[in-house]
């Protein structure tokens, strides 16, 4: 797990420890030492801890005058144990919503697995952006079979195989306005 880095390509865009509108701003990374961990392996120094104990994330983008960013995670979501959901709603998300951020894009490819415990700061933060929306990329089968079993995509919709999208290949301004188009503009 120590390889996996967030998603560099992006930083000639944004960096989140150089943006005064961060919950990240002026962290500090090594390259050399190693200390954060999910279940006793290390894990890259870029990823930023928020709180939880088996989830990190990076946030890859934000436009505030567009209102939204993208984040990406790694590790095990666990709200029934750690109450990750917690952490990310009161130390970044409230953070992000109080700058004018109000559409959420999460990356979820390294988020290995999902355990549900109560959808109510999923509510708290669908009504939070009011107009806005949370979308999930990339995350595994599986974890979004979690996420829907526990009815979480009433809050955050998720990709499928008809709308897949390759986020990387593209610059964050359209990926937003691809998912725009694609999940929003319809409707």
Not at 31 to 37: H, K, L, M, P, Q
Request: proline content about 2%; charged content about 25%.
């Amino acid at each position: 797990m120590h390889h996996i880095e967030p998603f560099w390509n992006w930083r000639d865009y944004y960096v989140a420890e150089d943006d005064i509108n961060s919950p990240f701003y002026q962290n500090s990374y090594s390259e050399i030492y190693f200390s954060n961990t999910i279940y006793n392996y290390y894990i890259h120094p870029q990823w930023d801890f928020f709180g939880s104990r088996t989830l990190y994330l990076k946030i890859l983008f934000a436009d505030y005058d567009l209102g939204y960013c993208i984040i990406e995670f790694i590790g095990e979501w666990n709200d029934c144990l750690y109450n990750d959901i917690m952490y990310l709603k009161r130390d970044v998300v409230e953070w992000l919503v109080e700058k004018g951020i109000t559409k959420f894009i999460l990356i979820g490819e390294n988020v290995l697995n999902f355990h549900y415990s109560d959808d109510d700061y999923y509510q708290e933060w669908f009504e939070d952006i009011d107009q806005g929306w949370i979308v999930g990329l990339g995350f595994l089968e599986h974890v979004v079979r979690e996420f829907r079993k526990a009815h979480l995509n009433n809050y955050i919709q998720f990709e499928d195989d008809e709308n897949w999208i390759e986020w990387r290949i593209l610059k964050p301004q359209d990926l937003f306005l691809l998912i725009e188009q694609n999940y929003f503009e319809k409707k």
